[in-house]
């Protein structure tokens, strides 16, 4: 048996607990003079007001908000996106309030503000960081021209199971790769300095495991082991506290029978303990008062007692904090000191964004207001187009379907098309449709007008009722075309007859891939499933657009497409990327951040499962094995798959060393040739796999990966460091991470399913 050799804890400061009330080990002397002084100044209920985050709306209307913020018992405000509003609004804070304290203004700026980035998915298949902390950087100078001082973003809950319409906005499945993007995000947004004007504060979220609730269902309970939690789902929200993120939002769902908004093991012991995190700690929306629908608190009270003592500083507009606190400290029931170290929390993170300084610090004169929000001249387009051309991956391309001549004639169709709305996905509160590039505005842009090409809409999003029903009532901007799906397939067929090439849009409405909208089938629509069926029985070659925000089973279309081109949600300039990409004026690069599973019934689908007693050889799948009989086994497309426009292949891997010791270093490398007739680009990923261990180790687990640009017939080594950190895991509950000598397995290729190993010994 091999013995651990290497142990190290891998959290600082263990000391601090909730027994221990001082804050910040961050403040500098002035800060905490400021603070000290600031604080003792103010009342019980002053101190609470800071606590409480309204999200203005239909439950808190504007003339109520304005009141709240005059009398104190407002410290943040939500949804509101526009300079002059939120100018007002502070306004009434800092000359109507009693102290003057500054509010702090949040928004969701997740994948771009003015400028819509692809959704999370779509930035994840770039696999390329630089173009993610472009767009990170760009959507933080947006919505901090807004006026905006907090984002909560980045999303970096792992998702696995894509019936969860809330995997569009995160990174996928893979926790490296998302650990990457979760540190590269949150330096984008907060800048080298949180008080200037262009940087905000990143708010984690949803902490943690929101991606793991049972069986995809939106909000549903989380379940498993410390062990898989630290391993799987933990480290990309430990690495942005790392990368200093001044917030964590605490997810909706419980984690093994505990709400995390009342979970002290998550917040107390965890975040704030082991992991030493000072920042501020926010409430979902309205999940303090939810904990009373969980079954863990019988009324307000309570819940408001379970969450600040968890350790929850800021109440995101449930009211409880606001009506309930004060009651409780004063009646005894509840430390009051726990009030006065969250409100701290609050006015640190405002002191850190600059706003008692200058509380209009984003916000600004009304001299520098652009002359309408959405003025044109606000956008980053080329920004955009870059990023997500980068994003669009190539599923299938047979005999060159793509790229197209740039003459040919083109039915366009589906539902997707032409719409202006879907291709920004979700969470695009402050973004114009109408700046959007639709996908036909792109084909159009791209050849000049629009002769040659012809438009059909084929199919609504879906015929069955009870999608149309959820659809109409919760996205206003999906029309259904009333005439009979027949009629409306015929159309399309008539459009493809005249056309050298069939481009079908089809896919999902932004709609289906949002917060709870959770789906129990992940096929295309019948409706669209239909008219894909329709044209191809014209024989035209037919190139399929995906737009979606999760993987969709698309066997039958893939066996049907002549290309399959996963574009997501793009943002404001998808038309125009993809319109790139389809005449070859850009080679896709993209590379899927998920597996795409067959059916429905494999999932939850990830390529780095942990192996059983009983595997399944592909190609002799056997009885007693570990499989489903009815379905080929594996994924429709593995994790990391992409196509370009040219053909590379990998030769000649080699180690530098067989052994590796416990300093040491050792360099993995393959060779790669272009073999095509074009330039182009590929990723070249690594993969680790420890074979022999005290528990079970994923088969495969990415750690590295490069992108290699080679001209026809070129060719390149391309190489990858590997140091014995690299193979550590946690083999316990705890968090100690170890590392254990022996064998240990390399493979390289260009996706999770590709390259033979190469094996090393780590020494002891
Ligand atoms: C979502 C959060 C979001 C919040 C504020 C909630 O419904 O779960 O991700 O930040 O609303 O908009």
Not at 326 to 346: H, K, M, Q, T, W
Not at 607 to 631: C, E, I, M, N, W
Request: glycine share 10%.
């Amino acid at each position: 048996m091999r013995k651990a050799w290497q142990v190290w804890t891998v959290v600082g400061c263990l000391a601090l607990t909730s027994t221990q009330l001082q804050v910040s080990a961050g403040e500098s002397p002035r800060e905490a003079r400021f603070l000290d002084d600031l604080l003792a100044r103010m009342t019980l209920e002053e101190k609470i007001g800071q606590l409480v985050l309204v999200s203005i709306g239909p439950s808190h209307p504007r003339d109520q908000v304005n009141s709240s913020i005059a009398a104190g018992r407002a410290g943040m405000v939500l949804n509101t996106v526009v300079r002059e509003d939120i100018r007002e609004l502070q306004r009434q804070a800092v000359e109507h309030s009693r102290l003057g304290i500054p509010l702090a203004f949040a928004f969701d700026v997740v994948h771009g503000q003015r400028t819509l980035f692809p959704i999370g998915l779509g930035l994840a298949s770039t696999w390329d960081l630089p173009a993610i902390a472009l767009s990170g950087r760009v959507a933080a100078r947006e919505a901090a021209a807004d006026g905006l001082d907090i984002t909560f973003a980045p999303m970096v809950d792992i998702g696995r199971d894509p019936r969860w319409g809330r995997m569009s906005e995160g990174f996928g499945e893979d926790t490296w790769l998302i650990t990457r993007i979760s540190e590269t995000l949150v330096d984008a947004f907060q800048g080298d300095d949180l008080s200037s004007p262009d940087s905000m504060m990143a708010v984690v979220k949803h902490f943690a495991l929101y991606g793991a609730g049972e069986g995809g269902r939106d909000y549903a309970p989380a379940e498993m082991g410390r062990r898989q939690m630290r391993e799987v789902h933990l480290p990309p929200y430990r690495a942005a506290i790392d990368a200093g993120a001044g917030g964590v939002m605490v997810a909706l769902n419980s984690i093994d029978g505990v709400p995390a908004t009342a979970n002290r093991w998550l917040l107390d012991d965890l975040l704030r303990g082991e992991w030493g995190f000072g920042g501020l700690v926010i409430s979902d929306h309205g999940a303090i008062g939810e904990l009373i629908s969980h079954g863990v608190a019988a009324d307000a009270e309570q819940a408001a007692r379970l969450a600040i003592q968890a350790g929850v500083d800021v109440d995101m507009n449930s009211d409880v904090y606001g009506l309930h606190l004060a009651g409780l400290a004063e009646r005894g029931e509840l430390d009051p000191a726990l009030i006065d170290r969250a409100a701290r929390r609050v006015l640190a993170a405002k002191y850190a964004l600059g706003l008692f300084d200058d509380p209009y610090r984003r916000s600004g004169p009304s001299t520098e207001d652009a002359l309408a929000f959405d003025d044109p001249s606000r956008l980053h387009r080329l920004e955009a187009r870059e990023v997500a051309r980068r994003s669009l991956v190539l599923l299938k391309n047979q005999r060159e379907t793509l790229p197209l001549d740039r003459k040919a004639r083109i039915a366009v169709v589906g539902p997707l098309a032409k719409s202006q709305a879907d291709i920004l996905g979700s969470w695009s509160g402050a973004a114009s449709p109408s700046q959007a590039v639709s996908l036909w505005q792109g084909l159009v842009d791209a050849r000049g007008g629009e002769e040659g090409l012809s438009y059909a809409l084929g199919a609504n999003f879906s015929d069955d009722p009870l999608v149309v029903d959820y659809l109409t009532t919760y996205t206003p901007e999906v029309k259904i075309d009333p005439r009979p799906a027949q009629v409306l397939r015929d159309e399309a067929v008539a459009a493809a007859g005249d056309a050298d090439v069939v481009v079908a849009v089809v896919g999902e409405s932004r709609g289906m891939s949002d917060e709870s909208s959770s789906r129990s089938e992940l096929d295309l629509p019948a409706a669209q499933a239909a008219l894909v069926d329709a044209l191809e029985s014209t024989g035209k070659p037919l190139v399929l657009i995906l737009m979606n925000g999760r993987p969709l089973t698309l066997e039958r279309q893939a066996g049907q497409a002549d290309a399959l081109l996963e574009t997501w949600f793009a943002g404001t300039e998808g038309g125009h990327a993809i319109a790139d990409v389809l005449f070859g004026d850009f080679e896709p690069v993209g590379r899927l951040p998920v597996s795409f599973p067959r059916r429905v019934g494999q999932l939850p689908l990830y390529y780095a499962l942990v192996p059983t007693g009983r595997p399944v050889d592909p190609l002799h799948p056997g009885k007693f094995t570990s499989r489903y009989f009815d379905v080929a086994g594996g994924p429709l497309f593995p994790f990391g798959f992409g196509l370009g426009y040219t053909d590379f292949s990998l030769s000649n891997p080699r180690l530098s060393s067989r052994v590796l010791s416990r300093d040491g270093q050792l360099e993995a490398s393959v060779e790669v040739i272009n073999q095509g007739k074009r330039r182009g680009s590929t990723v070249i990923q690594l993969y680790l796999h420890d074979p022999v261990a005290s528990v079970t180790r994923p088969v495969r687990e990415l750690k590295g990966f490069k992108r290699v640009t080679l001209d026809p017939g070129e060719r390149a080594r391309v190489d990858f460091s590997i140091d014995p950190t690299m193979l550590a895991f946690y083999s316990g509950e705890g968090p100690l991470e170890t590392i254990e000598p022996g064998e240990f397995e390399v493979f390289i290729g260009q996706h999770a399913e590709d390259g033979e190993p190469l094996s090393f010994t780590l020494r002891p």
